[in-house]
């Protein structure tokens, strides 16, 4: 399978070429790429930031017309940008001579778009995402940096440890994040926290719990990576100077805040720059505090092709997987392994070995020599500088498991009770032709089965093995868990 596109460039022939330069670059604030001129004529390329192609169908379309405009109007091509003030860019367009279709309205959608027909026949939406839940505050001037203060890192334990004492099990991964965790340093004197939850769309699970401890949601952003905002409420004291980041935990930006915050503080050089970036955008004027955020994209984009974006080690660090005989996880564990780059020391494999090594001659045998190979293989493990650990491991283990010389984290491969039951009756008949008692019913199998995570007070991931997995982001939160 070929790669794919690596860039979408819609291209637009206009008959007044200067006047729709002029439209779209200085007006609309398209950032100037490149610009040719030959025998053939001329062509300016302009950056649009992000690109996507929509692909939409007829009642679709007319549905957002309708929502729109209140008519169908649109071609088959329709151009969208995002704005900062739709309201704003609308009347500048129409002041330029873009013609006015429809004036900015509210979507179902939570953004405020505004309908025009621009230069080069082009029919616009320009629109802005209404992400926040409340008013924002306008800065319109400099930001104020502060120098190092040697007493952020403590605030953000103790800001860390009240989330955590908030959440419960719910918080997955918690970290002080962003410039004031980041030594010698200057920063915002706003302190980043970096929140890893299972699913952020599942508000009722942590927002309530962290409103009883004075936090409230300020911002929704769905489409990435489904990122909610929280601060401490007006009545709070310091509200401005703690933004509270969530996300699900395995997400990509959580690897890359960490690892940016990691990078910076063992990098000299990088940290220099990224030092003195700060300080010149903060000299400039800006109308909101995400304005001078979003103004210092390239120079992070900069720093991070240089910081360790890969699997972090996991040397040290036991993965449990556990779960009935029958639920898939061997195939999980074997998957797992070779992405967390532990060596795979799976119950099952040792037992099957000495058994054929031994010639045991009975199922009672076969039990005996099944606990006796967990305990020799948790003394491996011991031996083994991390490892992934495969078997149906039961809360009578917990003890000897907790005292393995490193974090344990448990990845549960839970089944339905019918599926166990139909692979265990099949895996042991083609295993133990002889030995298995047909006469035993579904529930005496069930209740041998292990049903329940052996949580030995290590972090614990749920997974259901029925469906097709993600491995990587699988493998991503057991990183981040064993990290927390």
Known sequence: MPDGARELRV??????????????????????????????????????????????????????????????????????????????????????????????????????????????DLHLTVYTPDVYLRPRARLDSRVHLAEPDPTWPA????????????????ALVVEHAG???????????????????????????YVPALEGAGYRLELREPDWHEHRLL???????????????????????????????????????DRELYRDTKQELASRTWAFIQDYA??????????????????????GTFVLVSGPPASGKTTLARDLAPRLMLPLLAKDTLKQALMSELEVPDLTASRVLGRASAAALLALAAHSGGAVLEGPWNRGRAAAIGELPGPVVEVFCRVERE??????????????????????????????????????????????????????????????????
């Open 179 to 205: 410039s004031t965790s980041v030594p010698d340093l200057p920063a915002k004197p706003v302190i980043d926290l970096l929140l890893g939850v299972a699913d952020p769309a599942d508000e009722d699970a």
């Open 419 to 484: 599926t166990a039951v139909r692979r265990f009756r099949a895996r042991a008949v083609s295993r133990q032709p002889g030995h298995f008692d047909s006469d035993r019913t579904d529930e005496e199998l069930w209740s041998d089965e292990v049903t329940e995570p052996v949580a030995g007070g290590w972090p614990v991931l749920e997974v259901d093995t029925t469906v097709a997995l993600d491995i990587e982001r699988v493998a991503r939160i057991v990183r981040q868990r064993a990290r927390y």
């Open 11 to 120: 291209v637009v022939t206009a008959s007044d070429y200067d006047a729709a330069v002029a439209f779209y670059r200085d007006v609309l604030g398209l950032g100037q790429r490149a610009a040719f001129a030959a025998e053939g004529g001329r062509v300016t390329i302009l950056e649009a930031g992000r690109a996507t192609l929509e692909i939409t169908d007829p009642a679709h379309a007319a549905y957002i017309d309708e929502v729109e405009v209140g008519r169908r109007v649109a071609g088959h091509v329709r151009v969208a940008f995002e704005v900062s003030d739709t309201p704003a860019v609308t009347d500048a367009l129409v002041a330029a001579g873009a013609r006015l279709v429809a004036d900015p309205v509210r979507t179902p959608w939570d953004s405020l778009n505004a309908r025009l027909d621009g230069p080069g």
């Open 155 to 170: 605030t953000g334990t103790r800001l860390v440890s009240g989330i955590c004492e908030a959440l419960g099990a719910a």
């Open 294 to 315: 979003d103004a210092k994209s390239d120079v992070v984009a900069d720093i991070m092709s240089r910081a360790s974006t890969g699997p972090a080690s996991m040397a």
């Open 231 to 269: 601060k401490p409420g007006p009545d709070v004291v310091g509200h401005d100077e703690v933004n509270l980041h969530v996300f699900a935990v395995g997400s990509e930006e959580i690897d890359r805040m960490l690892a940016f915050r990691d990078h910076l503080r063992t990098d000299r050089r």
